[in-house]
């Protein structure tokens, strides 16, 4: 009896289990397409109808290019681009991380590629037209690596078969080196007193032989392995100089053995590799920690959902695998379950928490028509939902690949270690060898272990772990506060930030207009110009454009948007606009009535007009959120400038400026005017974030150093955007951009200071290491203690005490 929640499929006449929603997708594509042999053909099928078929078993590559295989993992964000988050396999440094990314970027039809060294997940996007995901996958495997596309389950599958098997080798090696080491004891006491007898010493030395085999062929494996790889690749990769040294040494001891002249080193040897594997076995548990923190985003889909066989719950029910509903299908969501893919509510009332996405747990009331957002939890009541996006198309897929993207990307100061620990690698084989030609003419043997101890102090394992585990740890607790980084260099540059500049409609207010009154210009009624301003807004995701929504019996033709100004269209032929006084003056060549009535400083005045004439004046109101004078005090504290950018009258920007105390401001401004404004400030030598939602806003964002755009705002500002918060206009909270700019900074200290240790530690080792000062033992000692420190370091909270209470702090204890 299989347990609820796992994934199964029919193969060959028997109930399979699989070990994740991929793995059974591409078996029921195999089984539906005809090729079922394939699972009689495996080299060792598992005994028993639950077997699990795991990744090693996975078919043919080319399944995956398999449409409804590609469902669950494979986005098409737009016409001509496929991207997918892949799993690699095998890798055992960051080298192997470095080529891997720049072997795929040199494939033809790949748009980009992004690799997290924490995670050792790829983000990768393709043309369709010019290769298929089959291609990349196989040339992943084409240098000595396999790939995946990306599962909780399956990568927890992996992860578990690789522990274990570590666990093994590290055990294996730590026996060895123990019982190496009683054999080698009296040896050291003898110290060449002649009290040790000779057939005795030649016991000890072939019972070290034998103890050390298992350790050089078992344990030290990956060594070996990654190092022959690379070798085919014509590359040094971090394996390289370990696996030498393990066998210089080996070969000298061997040859000593058999010999019988000269000193053996087997105790060395064992307890080296026993301390290299500790120390790669630390790596992993921080980077597997630091990649758990984006686990929950990851793994919201729920196991099952319950489809309905029309909008109608009565029409009949059935319990069906989550990820085999597709768009337009109707699914009943009882309350305390999951919801199971993005849709719109068509039954019933309740409430939602979809802390998932915007970090606030506060319920958000669901009723008829209300979004409902995958992997958010319908608390009260149970609802019908059609579905509108699955799997990989889905909401929280969307902004895991950004934060992925976000976490694999790399700062300048990054980017500059991985090249200093890339060139790192072939100055510690040139320095072993020339400390070997040195002390060759005095003693080989010694000789030997100076080179030995010159590859395994210096191994750049520090470097390579010194950033991607802080940087993914960042992203992960930025999410869940309702902050989603969309590259990786926007710590760097958020962390430098020295001025702020600010929209006003839709950040510093709610983005919520409400029309306060209509009041006609010419000949048409109220209700009139309402139904042709509704028209003419019905396709628009402005922020103003939502206080128009209704019914409307009219339709616009050639509806065409002026940023920052309005939109012009034609209705039954007539030409029309709606928008400013002065975009709308072009049209109606005529200055307003005296009797057009006016806004306050609170309110907003949008205008409509035809080629006659002014038709009607609308008076909107956005009040400010508020938090908003909290934010900006908060900004000032800080020690930024705060400035106020806005296409909205001068007397309603400078009002809501004097309310929140900036000093800077700038009203009227069209999209060129925000560009230039922010390219003024550059020009000064000022960093310039700006914060922002409209479409207007995309070239602004877009010329800013850092631009953070709010999730609800327009798509065009969202795609410039190297943050995005979450929430929308309901839940944002503008206040996890002071976050941001805390975690910024501590992140980057970090990063600073993992980078001084790691080169302080190689600038000192060497030297010693060449000289003879250390050994082997306190080689690997060292080299360990390095990469334990700077994993310890990476591990420090990056939120402030001062700043992390209530939920911010339990969140940080569970990212740590």
């Not at 072997?103 to 060294?117: K, S, T």
């Not at 029910?317 to 068509?346: C, K, M, N």
């Not at 943050?723 to 805390?742: F, H, K, W």
């Not at 992140?747 to 000289?771: D, E, S, T």
């Amino acid at each position: 009896m299989l347990e609820p929640g796992r994934h199964v499929a029919p193969v060959l006449g028997a109930v399979r289990e699989f070990c994740c929603a991929g793995c059974e997708a591409v078996a029921r594509t195999i089984v539906a397409g005809g090729f079922e042999r394939y699972y009689e053909t495996r080299s060792a099928p598992r005994p028993g109808d639950g077997a699990a078929l795991l990744p090693k078993d996975l078919p043919p590559l080319e399944v995956y290019d398999d449409p409804a295989a590609q469902r669950q993992f494979v986005a098409a964000p737009e016409e001509g681009r496929r991207e997918v988050s892949l799993i690699l396999d095998r890798i055992r440094c960051a080298a192997c991380l470095w080529l891997s990314e720049q072997w795929l970027r040199r494939q033809p039809g790949i748009l980009r590629v992004d690799i997290n060294y924490a995670t050792h997940r790829a983000q990768v996007a393709w043309d369709p037209a010019h290769t298929q995901l089959s291609k990349i996958l196989e040339a992943v495997r084409a240098i000595g690596y396999d790939a995946y596309p990306y599962d909780p389950q399956r990568q927890d599958a992996l992860a578990q078969r690789a522990r274990r098997t570590a666990y093994w080798r590290l055990f294996v090696a730590g026996f060895g080196a123990m019982q190496v080491m009683m054999y080698a004891f009296p040896a050291y006491l003898d110290a060449g007193g002649g009290t040790l007898a000779p057939d005795t010493e030649r016991l000890m030395r072939w019972a070290s032989l034998l103890l050390t085999l298992p350790v050089i062929f078992f344990s030290s494996g990956p060594f070996f392995v990654g190092a022959w790889q690379s070798l085919k690749r014509r590359s040094l990769s971090l394996d390289a100089p370990i696996a030498l040294g393990i066998a210089a040494g080996f070969a000298a001891s061997l040859w000593a053995t058999f010999t019988g002249g000269g000193a053996v080193y087997y105790d060395t040897i064992t307890m080296l590799v026993f301390l290299l594997l500790a120390a790669r076995l630390l790596e992993t548990g921080a980077r597997e920690r630091a990649a758990r923190s984006l686990d929950p985003l990851a793994r919201w889909m729920p196991s099952f959902a319950m489809r309905l066989a029309g909008s109608d719950p009565e029409a009949g029910v059935e319990r069906v695998p989550a990820h085999t509903i597709a768009p337009g299908d109707f699914v009943l969501v009882a309350s305390g379950e999951r919801v199971p893919a993005d849709g719109v509510v068509l039954r019933g009332s309740s409430s939602a928490d979809e802390s998932l996405l915007t970090g606030e747990s506060r319920p958000v009331a669901k009723n008829v028509g209300a979004p409902l957002v995958g992997g958010s939890i319908n608390l009260e009541q149970p609802l019908v939902m059609q579905v509108a996006r699955t799997g990989a198309d889905t909401q929280a897929a969307a902004v895991l690949r950004l934060v992925e993207r976000a976490a694999a990307g790399k700062p300048r100061l990054v980017e500059a270690a991985d090249r200093l620990a890339a060139r790192l690698t072939a100055v510690v084989l040139l320095v072993a060898a020339a400390a070997f030609v040195f002390w060759a003419g005095e003693s080989p043997a010694h000789a030997v272990w100076v080179a030995v101890a010159v590859l395994v102090a210096t191994c750049p394992c520090a470097l390579a772990l010194a950033a991607p585990i802080v940087l993914t740890r960042a992203n992960a607790f930025l999410l869940s506060r309702g902050l989603a980084l969309t590259r990786g260099a926007a710590i760097e540059r958020l962390e430098r930030t020295t001025d702020v500049v600010l929209d006003k409609t839709g950040t510093l207010t709610a983005g919520r207009f409400s029309i306060r009154a209509v009041r006609p210009l010419g000949a048409r009624d109220a209700k009139d110009c309402m139904a042709m301003a509704r028209a003419l807004e019905a396709s628009s995701r402005h922020p103003i454009a939502r206080a128009f929504e209704g019914p409307s019996a009219l339709s616009a033709d050639e509806v065409t948007n002026a940023p920052g100004e309005g939109l012009e269209g034609r209705i039954a032929g007539r030409r029309l606009r709606l928008g400013t006084e002065a975009y709308c003056h072009a049209l109606a060549g005529r200055a307003l009535p005296a009797n057009r009535g006016g806004a306050d400083a609170q309110q907003t005045a949008v205008f409509l007009a035809d080629a006659d004439g002014w038709l009607a004046a609308f008076v909107l109101e956005d009040a400010l959120r508020p938090e908003a004078e909290a934010f900006v005090a908060d900004l000032v504290a800080r020690g930024l400038r705060v400035h106020l950018a806005s296409g909205d009258r001068p007397v309603a920007v400078e009002s809501v400026a004097r309310r929140l105390g900036i000093d800077s401001v700038l009203g009227g401004a069209t999209p060129q005017d925000k560009f230039d404004f922010v390219a003024r400030l550059q020009r000064m030598g000022r960093i310039v974030a700006m914060i922002g939602d409209g479409l207007n806003d995309a070239p602004v964002l877009a010329r800013a150093d850092v631009s953070v755009a709010v999730s609800g705002g327009a798509d065009a500002a969202q795609a410039q955007a190297d943050i995005v918060l979450l929430g929308g206009a309901t839940q944002l909270r503008l206040s996890v951009v002071g976050d941001a700019m805390s975690v910024a900074r501590r992140a980057m200290r970090l990063i600073r200071q993992n980078f001084a240790w790691a080169v302080l530690y190689n600038a000192v080792a060497l030297p010693l290491a060449a000289i003879g000062w250390i050994g082997p033992w306190e080689a690997a000692i060292g080299m360990t203690a390095s990469s334990f420190i700077v994993v310890i370091n990476a591990m420090r909270p990056l939120a402030p005490p001062s700043r992390a209470g209530g939920c911010a702090a339990a969140t940080e204890l569970a990212t740590n």
